[in-house]
């Protein structure tokens, strides 16, 4: 929000990222709607279109990591079977 974006990214040990992936992530998220990229400005923003660069092999590495994740999840079990008794007028 004060435009420190270097600063933000050395606390965050971004050190070693390029200036066209800081420029992405500033501009997805920036407060100000009107500097927020667009859909098309997106599709053709410059390190989305590095060579080397796989979307279908990045989105299908993303998908399997989110499917390994909720596979595994901890908390991830059976709904509890409550049993519903009133006592005194109070449903408890």
């Known amino acids: 929000m004060t435009g420190q974006v270097d600063t933000y990214f050395e606390k965050v040990n971004g050190k070693g990222l390029s200036a066209d992936f800081k420029d992405l992530i500033t501009r997805l998220f920036s407060y100000d709607g ?49 049993k519903r008794t009133q006592t005194g007028g109070v449903m408890i």
């Open 34 to 82: 009107s500097k927020r990229y667009t859909i098309e400005e997106l599709k053709s923003h410059p390190w989305l279109n590095a060579p080397g660069y796989n979307k279908e092999q990045t989105r299908a590495n993303l998908i399997a990591s989110l499917a390994s994740k909720t596979t595994e999840h901890p908390f991830q079990q059976k709904p509890v079977q409550v």
